[in-house]
């Protein structure tokens, strides 16, 4: 019944606050050529503008993603939250130095605290991305530092509003990173190696990603050989896209990692589904460390002017610990280019040895209530 009736209420807002805005989505509708968007943070890396004159160009941004959620786990502290949704501030400055040559530097911070749900007054910021590069329109680009990694730029980003996924394998970024990517035609590439501890390894990790676009369709490959220590297995990915007519978009990935992968302690694809002082960290979908694992989705999205709806049905398998299979859906207000509003819901369905770390073990659900504006 409480979760019944946080649904209903945050839809509720939702449509109230929508229906009180439809000026401002008039004044800039957005594209509804396809339902989302697939690769910009790619093309941003593959496929720079290099500046046209000497001068630097510097440019601050941001991204504030605040709401609420409400998570039924099936404890007594279950109740409404106040949560932050990947906020960050940052840096870009870039300088040209020859002709389509530019020298270019980027400085993120992440603005939620370290329980990684809240946005908090005092609260101290913790960096996402510091890194440096070579851009050249005409031989790709090379980047070194912390910063998003190749796997998860080709295969792995979200779909939804609150920039996260519960049924992702992999991370989404990491240190010491040297890449590389290049673009030529409808052909995008991109390989990293890191070098991060002094354990023996010089080269930690190799990655590699491919993405062939034929227009109305899209392929994308990865895959991330550890080298650390003694295991040294392997995490591959594919999803495809299709743009079967305008607004439309269809989308299926599958990830697959070998039981000695562990450079990521099995995955980072869970997302805290809510911060409980009493029982610590409770994750929706536990990992399982030591096992082999796959996580195979399948998503759908539909969109007309300013409005978005969109869901993803997906499995999380371990060979033995058993499944979880995951069931999201959710509205989106495109209020503008730079601002949008959601209410999304999302359940997820556990095999006894997938319980969540909650004291009820039963499976949880989420319902989200956020806004963003990109400046």
């Known amino acids: 019944m409480n ?56 440019d601050f941004y941001g991204s504030l993603r605040l709401g609420m959620d409400y998570v039924d786990a099936g404890t007594p502290d279950d109740a409404i939250n106040g949560r932050d949704f990947l906020s960050r501030v940052g840096i870009n400055a870039r300088k040209r130095i020859g002709d389509g040559v530019a020298l270019v530097g980027t400085v993120e911070y992440g603005l939620r605290s370290d329980n990684l749900v809240d946005l908090q007054q005092n609260g101290d910021p913790t960096l996402r991305l510091g890194y440096v590069g070579l851009q050249s329109e005409k031989y790709g680009s090379l980047y070194y530092g912390s910063q998003s990694m190749v796997f998860h730029r080709f295969v792995r980003g979200s779909y939804f509003g609150d920039g996260l996924d519960s049924v992702r394998l992999g991370s989404i970024r990491d240190d010491d990173m040297l890449q590389y990517y290049y673009s030529t035609g409808n052909l995008t590439v991109g390989a990293a190696v890191q070098s991060e501890r002094q354990d023996g390894d010089s080269l930690d990790q190799f990655q590699l990603g491919a993405e062939y676009d034929f227009k109305i369709a899209k392929l994308q490959v990865a895959a991330i050989k550890d080298n650390q220590g003694i295991n040294t297995g392997t995490l591959w990915g594919v999803r495809g896209w299709i743009y079967p007519v305008d607004g439309v978009t269809l989308s299926a990935y599958r990830h697959q990692q070998t039981e000695d992968f562990d450079i990521y302690r099995g995955s980072t694809g869970t997302i805290r589904l809510r911060d409980a002082e009493t029982e610590g960290r409770v994750d929706g979908i536990p990992n399982c460390p030591g096992q082999s694992r796959s996580a195979t989705g399948v998503y759908a999205s539909y969109r007309t002017g ?58 949880m659900s989420q319902v989200e209530l956020g806004v963003r504006y990109d400046f």
């Open 306 to 363: 300013g409005n978005q709806i969109h869901g993803r049905f997906a499995v999380d398998s371990c060979d033995v610990s058993g499944n979880v299979k995951s069931y999201k859906i959710e509205y989106m207000r495109h209020l503008s280019k730079d601002a949008r509003l959601w209410v999304g819901y999302e359940t997820l369905d556990n095999d006894p040895l997938r319980a969540p770390a909650s004291s009820s073990g039963d499976s």
């Open 3 to 58: 979760k019944a009736r946080a649904a209903t209420a945050a839809a509720v807002c939702c449509v109230a606050f929508a229906g009180v805005v439809p000026s401002v989505a008039a004044q800039t509708p957005p594209s509804t050529s396809q339902g989302v968007a697939t690769s910009d943070t790619l093309k941003g890396v593959a496929a720079p503008v290099v500046p046209r004159d000497d001068e630097f160009q510097v």
